[in-house]
Nanobody, 129 residues
Framework: QGRLVESGGDLVQPGGSLKLSCAVN????????IGWFRQAPGKEREGVSC????????YYGNFMKGRFTISMDNAENTVYLQMNNLQPEDTAVYYC??????????????????????WGQGIQVTVSS
């Protein structure tokens, strides 16, 4: 399913913004769902957002409250996560992951980590003053 490489993580002050990138190597996005997840210390990994590579349909976790936007560039084979108005509770390791569209069980599982089969190494996002 290709190699996933995240970038863009950083230390940012509350209220700041970051844009994460997930470069998907060796495969094309068209047949995959690409998701962003995060895991804070001591917490379970949770779904942030995902996007369908075939038609660009997007899904978001309820806690996003309109602050995060997922997008993709098929020519660059890259998926992005624009994060605005970051808060300390957004501090976590952020991961991107893929699953073939044909293997998605149902829409309600699109933000569940167990749906995804291929994961990046993760990147740290720290929100602190």
């Amino acid at each position: 399913q290709g190699r996933l490489v995240e970038s863009g993580g950083d230390l940012v002050q509350p209220g700041g913004s970051l844009k994460l990138s997930c470069a998907v190597n060796e495969v094309k996005l068209d047949n995959y769902v690409i998701g962003w997840f995060r895991q804070a210390p001591g917490k379970e990994r949770e779904g942030v957002s995902c996007i369908s590579g075939i038609d660009g349909t997007t899904y978001y976790g309820n806690f996003m409250k309109g602050r995060f936007t997922i997008s993709m560039d098929n020519a660059e084979n890259t998926v992005y996560l624009q994060m605005n108005n970051l808060q300390p509770e957004d501090t976590a390791v952020y991961y991107c992951a893929t699953v073939p569209i044909s293997r998605v069980r149902a829409i309600q599982f699109l933000l569940h980590p167990s749906t995804y089969e291929n994961w990046g190494q993760g990147i740290q996002v720290t929100v602190s003053s």
